[in-house]
């Protein structure tokens, strides 16, 4: 999965997607990218704990 989609999916989950097609990335607080390179590295885990079963 591309980290861009992530980025995007994690925006969403915190209500932040509006806000990004409005202002960009680079316009969002530090707190708000902080939470969404929290939730981005969760999903990265995720998926590699996924793949590494199969």
Do not use: F, H
Request: proline share 0%; glycine share 8%.
């Amino acid at each position: 999965m591309d980290n861009e989609v992530l980025k995007l999916e994690a925006a969403e989950e915190l209500g932040l997607l509006e806000k990004v097609k409005k202002v960009g990335w680079s316009n969002l607080s530090a707190q708000e990218t902080g939470k969404i390179g929290y939730i981005v590295k969760k999903k990265m885990q995720q998926k590699m704990k996924e793949r590494d079963k199969i």
